[in-house]
Protein backbone atom coordinates (compact mmCIF):
# COMPACT_ATOMS: atom_id res chain seq x y z
CA UNK A 1 0.00 0.00 0.00
CA UNK A 2 1.43 3.48 -1.14
CA UNK A 3 1.94 5.71 2.23
CA UNK A 4 1.60 9.43 2.01
CA UNK A 5 5.10 10.15 2.51
CA UNK A 6 6.74 13.41 1.24
CA UNK A 7 10.54 12.50 -0.12
CA UNK A 8 12.37 15.74 -0.97
CA UNK A 9 15.27 16.29 -3.56
CA UNK A 10 17.68 16.79 -1.26
CA UNK A 11 16.57 13.25 0.46
CA UNK A 12 16.37 11.29 -2.60
CA UNK A 13 19.79 12.54 -4.02
CA UNK A 14 21.01 10.78 -0.01
CA UNK A 15 19.17 8.03 -0.08
CA UNK A 16 19.02 7.11 -3.80
CA UNK A 17 16.34 6.56 -5.73
CA UNK A 18 15.41 2.92 -5.44
CA UNK A 19 15.26 3.32 -1.48
CA UNK A 20 13.29 6.38 -2.17
CA UNK A 21 10.76 4.28 -4.45
CA UNK A 22 11.06 1.62 -1.81
CA UNK A 23 9.57 4.14 0.94
CA UNK A 24 7.21 5.59 -1.35
CA UNK A 25 5.45 1.98 -2.32
CA UNK A 26 5.52 1.58 1.24
CA UNK A 27 7.92 -1.18 2.01
CA UNK A 28 10.49 0.58 4.04
CA UNK A 29 8.10 2.98 5.62
CA UNK A 30 6.65 2.48 9.15
CA UNK A 31 2.51 3.04 9.03
CA UNK A 32 2.50 4.80 12.38
CA UNK A 33 5.84 6.93 14.07
CA UNK A 34 6.50 9.52 16.72
CA UNK A 35 6.70 12.82 14.68
CA UNK A 36 10.53 13.91 15.34
CA UNK A 37 9.38 17.26 15.77
CA UNK A 38 6.19 17.64 17.80
CA UNK A 39 6.59 13.75 19.39
CA UNK A 40 3.05 13.18 18.82
CA UNK A 41 1.87 10.17 17.40
CA UNK A 42 1.66 9.89 12.73
CA UNK A 43 0.70 7.64 10.45
CA UNK A 44 1.73 8.10 7.43
CA UNK A 45 -1.38 5.94 5.68
CA UNK A 46 -3.56 8.60 7.11
CA UNK A 47 -1.54 11.92 6.61
CA UNK A 48 0.69 13.40 5.05
CA UNK A 49 4.32 12.58 6.31
CA UNK A 50 7.71 13.74 5.65
CA UNK A 51 10.91 11.95 5.29
CA UNK A 52 13.79 13.51 7.43
CA UNK A 53 17.38 12.38 6.98
CA UNK A 54 19.65 13.13 9.76
CA UNK A 55 23.33 12.88 8.55
CA UNK A 56 26.68 13.03 10.11
CA UNK A 57 30.09 11.76 8.34
CA UNK A 58 29.65 8.37 8.50
CA UNK A 59 26.26 7.32 10.08
CA UNK A 60 22.71 8.45 8.59
CA UNK A 61 19.09 8.52 10.45
CA UNK A 62 16.02 8.59 8.30
CA UNK A 63 13.12 10.01 10.91
CA UNK A 64 9.69 10.74 9.82
CA UNK A 65 7.52 14.15 10.80
CA UNK A 66 4.04 15.59 10.30
CA UNK A 67 3.89 17.24 6.83
CA UNK A 68 2.43 19.89 8.70
CA UNK A 69 5.31 20.20 11.89
CA UNK A 70 7.81 20.54 9.02
CA UNK A 71 8.70 20.02 5.14
CA UNK A 72 11.01 16.98 4.05
CA UNK A 73 14.56 17.68 4.37
CA UNK A 74 18.61 16.57 5.16
CA UNK A 75 19.53 18.17 8.58
CA UNK A 76 23.40 17.57 8.38
CA UNK A 77 24.93 17.06 12.26
CA UNK A 78 28.74 16.41 13.39
CA UNK A 79 29.73 12.69 13.90
CA UNK A 80 29.56 12.92 17.52
CA UNK A 81 26.28 14.89 17.86
CA UNK A 82 24.15 12.13 16.08
CA UNK A 83 23.77 10.07 18.78
CA UNK A 84 21.85 12.97 20.09
CA UNK A 85 19.89 13.31 17.07
CA UNK A 86 19.31 9.81 17.49
CA UNK A 87 17.63 10.46 21.30
CA UNK A 88 15.62 13.06 19.50
CA UNK A 89 13.89 10.70 17.30
CA UNK A 90 13.57 7.69 19.99
CA UNK A 91 12.58 10.17 22.95
CA UNK A 92 15.36 8.42 24.87
CA UNK A 93 17.59 9.83 27.02
CA UNK A 94 17.35 12.61 29.78
CA UNK A 95 16.93 16.41 28.68
CA UNK A 96 20.20 18.04 29.59
CA UNK A 97 20.46 20.72 32.06
CA UNK A 98 20.20 24.50 30.42
CA UNK A 99 17.46 23.30 27.85
CA UNK A 100 19.09 20.99 25.49
CA UNK A 101 22.75 21.10 24.74
CA UNK A 102 24.16 20.13 22.10
CA UNK A 103 25.53 16.71 22.58
CA UNK A 104 29.46 16.59 22.35
CA UNK A 105 31.48 14.24 23.83
CA UNK A 106 31.77 14.23 27.59
CA UNK A 107 34.74 15.32 28.12
CA UNK A 108 34.32 18.68 26.43
CA UNK A 109 31.76 21.10 27.58
CA UNK A 110 28.42 21.37 26.16
CA UNK A 111 25.77 24.59 24.98
CA UNK A 112 23.22 25.25 27.48
CA UNK A 113 20.55 27.59 25.39
CA UNK A 114 17.67 29.80 27.83
CA UNK A 115 14.78 31.36 25.74
CA UNK A 116 13.35 34.34 27.06
CA UNK A 117 12.03 38.11 26.00
CA UNK A 118 14.91 40.79 26.46
CA UNK A 119 14.02 44.48 26.53
CA UNK A 120 15.98 46.64 24.62
CA UNK A 121 14.92 50.23 23.26
CA UNK A 122 11.30 49.93 24.74
CA UNK A 123 10.69 46.97 23.03
CA UNK A 124 10.44 43.05 23.57
CA UNK A 125 12.58 40.96 21.94
CA UNK A 126 12.74 36.92 21.65
CA UNK A 127 15.90 35.62 22.57
CA UNK A 128 18.06 32.86 23.03
CA UNK A 129 21.25 33.04 25.44
CA UNK A 130 23.74 30.48 25.07
CA UNK A 131 26.36 29.66 27.74
CA UNK A 132 28.40 26.46 27.45
CA UNK A 133 28.85 24.25 30.76
CA UNK A 134 32.55 25.18 30.57
CA UNK A 135 35.61 26.54 28.61
CA UNK A 136 35.78 25.91 24.53
CA UNK A 137 38.94 25.09 23.07
CA UNK A 138 39.44 25.84 19.57
CA UNK A 139 39.80 22.40 17.51
CA UNK A 140 43.07 20.74 17.90
CA UNK A 141 44.24 23.01 20.53
CA UNK A 142 45.71 21.42 23.84
CA UNK A 143 42.60 23.68 25.57
CA UNK A 144 43.88 25.63 28.39
CA UNK A 145 42.07 29.41 27.15
CA UNK A 146 38.47 29.86 26.93
CA UNK A 147 38.18 30.60 23.00
CA UNK A 148 34.12 30.48 23.01
CA UNK A 149 33.79 34.17 21.71
CA UNK A 150 36.57 34.35 19.40
CA UNK A 151 35.34 31.41 18.07
CA UNK A 152 31.85 33.01 17.18
CA UNK A 153 33.10 36.17 16.27
CA UNK A 154 35.25 34.48 13.47
CA UNK A 155 31.60 33.25 12.21
CA UNK A 156 30.08 36.74 12.17
CA UNK A 157 28.77 37.46 15.60
CA UNK A 158 29.28 40.99 17.00
CA UNK A 159 30.42 42.11 20.12
CA UNK A 160 27.66 43.33 22.24
CA UNK A 161 28.90 46.03 24.20
CA UNK A 162 25.30 47.11 25.65
CA UNK A 163 21.76 46.38 24.94
CA UNK A 164 20.91 50.01 24.09
CA UNK A 165 20.23 48.40 20.31
CA UNK A 166 19.58 44.73 18.76
CA UNK A 167 22.60 42.86 17.14
CA UNK A 168 23.02 43.00 13.29
CA UNK A 169 21.46 40.00 11.43
CA UNK A 170 24.10 37.12 10.82
CA UNK A 171 23.65 36.00 6.81
CA UNK A 172 23.14 32.12 6.85
CA UNK A 173 21.81 31.50 10.43
CA UNK A 174 18.50 30.89 11.37
CA UNK A 175 16.56 29.42 14.26
CA UNK A 176 14.46 26.43 13.14
CA UNK A 177 11.03 26.62 15.77
CA UNK A 178 8.41 23.79 14.49
CA UNK A 179 5.32 22.65 16.05
CA UNK A 180 5.82 25.82 18.26
CA UNK A 181 9.09 24.22 20.32
CA UNK A 182 12.88 25.06 19.58
CA UNK A 183 14.92 22.13 17.57
CA UNK A 184 17.70 23.99 16.59
CA UNK A 185 20.29 26.59 16.17
CA UNK A 186 21.55 26.40 12.03
CA UNK A 187 24.50 27.80 10.54
CA UNK A 188 25.22 28.17 6.72
CA UNK A 189 26.87 24.67 5.32
CA UNK A 190 30.24 24.14 4.19
CA UNK A 191 31.02 25.29 0.82
CA UNK A 192 27.71 26.75 0.19
CA UNK A 193 25.75 23.49 1.07
CA UNK A 194 22.47 23.04 2.91
CA UNK A 195 22.62 24.32 6.42
CA UNK A 196 23.61 22.27 9.60
CA UNK A 197 22.50 22.64 13.26
CA UNK A 198 25.32 24.59 15.27
CA UNK A 199 22.92 23.59 18.15
CA UNK A 200 20.54 21.00 18.35
CA UNK A 201 17.95 20.18 21.01
CA UNK A 202 18.18 16.62 22.77
CA UNK A 203 14.52 16.62 22.27
CA UNK A 204 12.46 19.82 21.02
CA UNK A 205 12.58 22.54 24.13
CA UNK A 206 9.10 23.91 25.18
CA UNK A 207 8.73 27.91 24.53
CA UNK A 208 6.36 30.50 26.39
CA UNK A 209 3.46 31.49 24.17
CA UNK A 210 4.97 35.29 24.57
CA UNK A 211 8.03 34.43 23.40
CA UNK A 212 6.60 32.55 20.65
CA UNK A 213 4.06 34.62 19.45
CA UNK A 214 6.81 37.69 19.61
CA UNK A 215 9.12 35.71 16.98
CA UNK A 216 6.39 35.10 14.79
CA UNK A 217 5.84 39.00 14.96
CA UNK A 218 9.06 39.68 13.84
CA UNK A 219 10.33 36.91 12.57
CA UNK A 220 13.51 37.63 13.72
CA UNK A 221 15.52 36.02 17.26
CA UNK A 222 18.15 37.63 18.89
CA UNK A 223 20.82 35.51 19.66
CA UNK A 224 23.55 36.46 22.70
CA UNK A 225 26.47 33.71 23.89
CA UNK A 226 28.96 34.46 26.97
CA UNK A 227 31.43 32.38 28.45
CA UNK A 228 30.93 29.65 30.99
CA UNK A 229 29.83 31.53 34.39
CA UNK A 230 28.55 34.79 32.97
CA UNK A 231 24.61 34.59 32.99
CA UNK A 232 23.79 31.63 34.66
CA UNK A 233 19.88 30.45 34.76
CA UNK A 234 17.96 33.17 36.17
CA UNK A 235 13.87 32.78 37.34
CA UNK A 236 13.07 36.08 36.01
CA UNK A 237 13.74 37.76 32.70
CA UNK A 238 14.46 41.09 34.05
CA UNK A 239 17.13 39.26 36.18
CA UNK A 240 18.21 37.72 32.77
CA UNK A 241 18.23 41.16 31.42
CA UNK A 242 20.66 42.45 34.14
CA UNK A 243 22.89 39.88 33.68
CA UNK A 244 23.17 40.37 29.82
CA UNK A 245 24.00 43.98 30.56
CA UNK A 246 26.80 42.66 32.83
CA UNK A 247 28.42 40.30 30.69
CA UNK A 248 28.30 43.22 27.85
CA UNK A 249 29.92 45.63 29.92
CA UNK A 250 32.33 43.63 31.28
CA UNK A 251 33.17 42.55 26.91
CA UNK A 252 32.15 39.23 27.57
CA UNK A 253 28.80 39.57 25.30
CA UNK A 254 28.53 38.50 21.69
CA UNK A 255 25.33 38.30 19.66
CA UNK A 256 23.42 38.06 16.26
CA UNK A 257 19.94 38.70 14.68
CA UNK A 258 18.63 35.66 12.73
CA UNK A 259 15.95 35.19 11.30
CA UNK A 260 13.10 32.51 12.45
CA UNK A 261 12.54 29.43 10.54
CA UNK A 262 9.55 27.83 11.36
CA UNK A 263 6.63 28.47 13.72
Not at 20 to 26: F, I, K, P
Not at 125 to 135: I, K, Q, R, S, Y
Not at 218 to 230: D, Y
Request: charged content about 15%; aromatic content about 4%; overall charge negative.
Amino acid sequence: MSRMLDVSDDVRAEIGNEEAERLLSGGNAPGSYDCTSCRTPGDSDQERTSTVLFVGDETAVLAFAHATCIPSQVVQVAEEHLQGAVRSITGGGPESPGGGPTDLASDQAVLGITSGLVLINHQLHPALVVEPTGPIARPGSLGGTDEFLPLLTDQGFQQVANLDQPPALLPGWSVLLAAGQLHAVLQPGAGGGPAVSWWQAHQPLQVTDGWRAAANRSHTVLVFAAPVGSIGQQPREDLLRDMLEKAAAGGLLVGAAMPLAGT
